[in-house]
């Protein structure tokens, strides 16, 4: 079953995010939660960003000192089986529906979270399945910790 492991937010923008219970998510972006740069982060088309507690796991084996919110993700999923997320696919998180945009290329801001600042290993073009996921918001709502997450 998958489910919200962590909700993460940076009032001032940046990362590391930090631990909520619960968030908002807009149309626009999670609320609570600044993108410094608007370019790259935010709007309808990247409204939130979601990662993998397994991911996350396996990356702390290899030796990185990656946790949730470290990359910048708002939300941290458990359960839910990576190598199937596709641009298109659609779930229900909370009162919240998103649908995914597209992988979410890492840049150097998040070195800290890995040896070597090799921040590429989430690469998608580098390593397929290993990306955090960006989506758009197609109703708003709010979202908790342990939230079921179910595919629409």
């Given at each position: 079953?998958?489910?919200?492991?962590?909700?993460?937010?940076?009032k001032d923008?940046g990362?590391?995010?930090?631990?909520?219970?619960?968030v908002?998510?807009?149309?626009?972006?999670?609320?609570g939660?600044?993108?410094?740069d608007?370019?790259?982060h935010?709007?309808?088309?990247?409204?939130v960003?979601?990662?993998?507690m397994e991911?996350?796991?396996?990356?702390?084996?290899e030796?990185h000192?990656i946790?949730?919110g470290?990359?910048?993700?708002?939300?941290?999923?458990q359960?839910?089986?990576?190598?199937?997320?596709?641009?298109?696919a659609?779930f229900?998180i909370?009162?919240a529906k998103i649908?995914?945009?597209?992988?979410?290329?890492?840049?150097?801001?998040?070195?800290?979270?890995?040896?070597k600042?090799?921040?590429?290993?989430?690469?998608?073009?580098t390593?397929?399945?290993?990306?955090?996921?960006y989506?758009s918001?197609?109703?708003?709502?709010?979202?908790a910790?342990?939230d079921i997450?179910?595919?629409?």
């Amino acid at each position: 079953m998958a489910m919200v492991n962590s909700i993460n937010i940076r009032k001032d923008g940046g990362v590391p995010k930090f631990p909520v219970s619960q968030v908002f998510l807009g149309k626009n972006n999670v609320e609570g939660d600044k993108q410094n740069d608007l370019q790259y982060h935010g709007g309808p088309t990247r409204a939130v960003c979601l990662f993998s507690m397994e991911r996350i796991l396996a990356l702390q084996k290899e030796g990185h000192p990656i946790q949730p919110g470290t990359t910048g993700e708002n939300l941290t999923i458990q359960g839910l089986d990576w190598n199937l997320m596709k641009v298109g696919a659609k779930f229900q998180i909370g009162e919240a529906k998103i649908e995914l945009t597209g992988p979410a290329p890492p840049c150097k801001t998040i070195s800290e979270s890995f040896e070597k600042g090799e921040f590429v290993r989430i690469s998608e073009k580098t390593y397929p399945g290993w990306s955090r996921w960006y989506a758009s918001v197609s109703k708003e709502g709010i979202v908790a910790i342990n939230d079921i997450i179910s595919e629409i």
